[in-house]
């Protein structure tokens, strides 16, 4: 099955396909509201795709609302460190919104939340460096990708998309072992937003136990902090214990889960949304 696309609906960016078996509106339009209820209504029908999931400002929650969206998640301050976003779904098939694996879930979050407000000073071992990636890296980028995930929501695992991505403005950083890129993670900065993602975090089997990811978050936090963006957020697999510990470690604040939203590691799987201000005197929850 190949990757999903990503294309414009009015003016909103959106990501649609079997792949994921959804459609994803990363990027909502004011001006396309409440018109593009009924396109997405309309082309999930046709495909037959499960779930919609949209990322709207708090103000437009209402006219979803009365469309029959629900609310899986509240991030505070997410457009220009001022109006709260919300991550609202819609379901064709109401199976979709059950979660089997409810207890592994709570327990993961309760073991991440645990380490909420413990030391977070990472400090990268000897004999490694970590910088931002250049489109020559691509290649090797893909083929840690490819070695790491069976399947992910995008197509990172192809030396085109890291590519184009690059090009289009998300930003790779990797930790190196001599020549040899051993970790990498992504931030995809939205400046008329101030706000950036946090993701694609993804460690070579063989040097796993340093806390690259620690060190990858950091150094995206202070880059993305330096070009005025105010909040950062990521949207992180509900299961993956190393993963959560990472983000409540570094500060984040837990905003809620999106039940079986993205293909990655081989299946669909439940998402937990975490965020932290970056913004000098501004803190968020």
């Known amino acids: 099955?190949?990757?999903?696309?990503?294309?414009?609906?009015?003016?909103?960016?959106?990501?649609f396909g079997h792949h994921n078996e959804r459609i994803y509106v990363m990027r909502m339009a004011s001006d396309d509201i409440p018109d593009i209820i009924r396109s997405l209504d309309d082309l999930a029908r046709k495909?037959?795709?499960?779930k919609i999931v949209v990322k709207i400002p708090i103000s437009s929650v209402p006219?979803?609302?009365?469309?029959g969206y629900i609310i899986e998640s509240i991030v505070p301050h997410f457009f220009h460190g001022?109006?709260?976003?919300?991550?609202?779904?819609?379901y064709s098939d109401p199976k979709r919104k059950e979660v089997a694996n409810h207890a592994v879930i709570r327990q993961v979050l309760s073991t991440a939340l645990g380490y909420k407000g413990r030391e977070f000073s990472p400090q990268l071992p000897a004999g490694f460096s970590l910088a931002a990636a250049h489109p020559d890296d691509a290649g090797e980028i893909a083929a840690l990708y490819r070695s790491v995930f069976a399947t992910y929501p995008f197509p990172i695992t192809?030396?085109?998309?890291v590519v184009r991505s690059m090009r289009e403005g998300i930003r790779y950083f990797c930790i190196r072992s001599a020549d040899r890129i051993v970790a990498v993670s992504s931030c995809e900065i939205h400046t008329?937003?101030?706000?950036?993602e946090m993701t694609d975090f993804a460690t070579d089997?063989?040097?796993?136990?340093k806390w690259f990811a620690g060190n990858l978050l950091h150094v995206m936090e202070s880059a993305t902090r330096e070009e005025g963006v105010r909040l950062a957020y990521t949207i992180a697999r509900a299961t993956s214990e190393p993963v959560n510990i990472l983000f409540a470690?570094?500060?984040?604040?837990?905003?809620?889960?999106?039940?079986?939203?993205?293909?990655?590691?081989?299946?669909?799987?439940?998402?937990?949304?975490w965020y932290k201000s970056l913004a000098t005197g501004n803190r968020c929850g």
């Open 249 to 273: 470690r570094a500060g984040y604040e837990y905003a809620g889960l999106l039940p079986n939203n993205t293909n990655i590691g081989g299946k669909i799987e439940s998402m937990n949304v």
């Open 158 to 161: 192809d030396l085109g998309y």
């Open 63 to 67: 006219v979803f609302l009365e469309a």
């Open 192 to 196: 008329d937003a101030q706000n950036a």
């Open 1 to 15: 099955m190949g990757a999903d696309t990503v294309s414009a609906i009015g003016n909103s960016l959106v990501q």
């Open 205 to 209: 089997t063989t040097f796993r136990g």
């Open 82 to 90: 001022k109006e709260a976003a919300a991550f609202m779904a819609w």
């Open 47 to 50: 495909e037959r795709y499960s």
